[in-house]
Each structure stands twice: as structure tokens, then as C-alpha cells.
């Protein structure tokens, strides 16, 4: 084992040093920050790569529907498709001698419309919704950056007191 293993604090004294609590005192991301801590190791996955480790192939097939239909190529394209359909149902075909196959009021295109709507719309709240699950990981990374820089510094504070005072520096509350 290293010199530095040895020296390295465990998570219990981590904690009590610290914080001044018991580590089963402290609630489970603190205990996990100060496992990392004391172990020396770096964060795990970020939120993309945890979300991305868990996701099924129709998670993915939701973030892909909702990426194209809450698009302006999308939108754009779609409106063109109706403006099209229309403009042939109208007076286009009558010009060839051929009858609308979906003449005004447009029914079978609303058909569609409607079955169109009945499934996009929970498959892209199914994204929002790993939206929000990848979010709640963010949230969660975030606070334990916050909490280890803390206590990173609330550490090299300490040892720098602690080195001053060996060295007979003043302390500035004197």
C-alpha cells in the first residue's frame, strides 16, 4: 500500500471532520461524495451517458420522433404536404378529367391528421418525460460537484491553518 493510501482519510473521519456528524448521519449523496472523496476517485457517468446506458430502443425511437416533429423542417415540410394536398383535391385534378380522391371537406386528410396526432403526441411526451429523468440527473450531478468542491476546499482550508500554525504564522482572528 502507498504512503498516500495510508495517510488518506476514510469517509467516517471525512465526515466527522468536516461536517461534524456521524457518516450514517449525513443523508446517502453526502455519504456517496465522501466515499468518492476518501477514495481518491472521479465522478461517474455524466447525465447523457447515464441516460443514454439506460435507454431502450423505443426511448430512442421517442427522442428521435420528438427531435423531428418539434423541428421547422418538419413544420415546414408538413405544411407544404397539406397546401399540396389540397391544392390537388381542388380544382388540379378536375383540369385532367380525373375526380378528387379526397375532395372538400377533406375528410380522409383529417383522418390522417387525427391518427397522425393520436400517436405523435404521447410518444413526444414519453421524451419529455426521459427529458426530465436526464434533468433530475443533472440536478443530482451538480450537487455533488457542489458538495465535493465544498468540501475539497473546506480540506485545503484546514490543511493551510494547519501548515500556518506549524509554521508560526499568526492566525488572523489574533
Known amino acids: 500500500m502507498s504512503p498516500e493510501a495510508l495517510r488518506r482519510p476514510t469517509a467516517e473521519q471525512l465526515c466527522e471532520d468536516l461536517l461534524g456528524r456521524r457518516l450514517d448521519q449525513v443523508d446517502p449523496e453526502e455519504q456517496r461524495v465522501l466515499r468518492r ?3 481518491g476517485t ?3 457517468p455524466d447525465a447523457d451517458e447515464e441516460a443514454s446506458i439506460h435507454a431502450s430502443f423505443a426511448d430512442r425511437l421517442a427522442d428521435r420522433v420528438a427531435a423531428v416533429g418539434g423541428s421547422w423542417g418538419f413544420i415546414i415540410t408538413f405544411g407544404v404536404v397539406l ?3 389540397m391544392a390537388i383535391n381542388s380544382r388540379i ?3 385532367f378529367g380525373l375526380h378528387p380522391f379526397d375532395a372538400y371537406p377533406y375528410i380522409f386528410l383529417n383522418l390522417m391528421l387525427s391518427m397522425l396526432a393520436a400517436i405523435q403526441a ?3 411526451m414519453m421524451s419529455q418525460n426521459r427529458q426530465s429523468a436526464r434533468d433530475r440527473i443533472t440536478a443530482r450531478h451538480d450537487y455533488e460537484v ?3 468542491t465544498q468540501l475539497e476546499i473546506l480540506r ?3 490543511r493551510l491553518d494547519a501548515m500556518a500554525r506549524h509554521m508560526g504564522v499568526p492566525d488572523e482572528a489574533d
Do not use: F, Q
Open 37 to 39: 472523496i476518501a477514495a
Open 122 to 124: 404521447p410518444v413526444i
Open 83 to 85: 397546401l399540396g394536398w
Open 93 to 95: 385534378l378536375e383540369d
Open 156 to 158: 485545503l482550508h484546514r
Open 146 to 148: 457542489n458538495l465535493r
Open 42 to 44: 472521479v465522478m461517474g
